[in-house]
């Protein structure tokens, strides 16, 4: 199977920082293009940020300046680093992207399971 996992969500106070990782399994061979969203309860899943294969990336203004995405092609990682964190930035945290496997088999839109962020005090 191919897929992609987040993790590094938790809870933290206002002002402080968290980094998220989107790993693809095993069987994936390389990350394209990805997407860092997330949904608060009752509302519509947003974009965050997204980052090109080649390492391009694209913010929403809500996280402009706060919020950082890498990726590590060598572990088929994805990173969103996430600093100056607000109440408002709570939600749940998924990434998506095109994966190809080890066979060359393309895989478009993949999702993750999601990771909780929650920023309170």
Known sequence: QVQLVESGGGLVQPGGSLRLSCAASGATFSIGQTGWYRQAPGKQRALVAIISRYGT???????KGRFTVSRDDAKTTVYLQMDSLKAEDTAVYYCNG????????SFFNVWGQGTQVTVSS
């Not at 990336?57 to 996280?63: G, K, L, Q, T």
């Open 98 to 105: 095109d994966l190809t496997d080890s066979g060359g088999r």
């Open 57 to 63: 990336v694209n913010y929403a203004d809500s996280v």
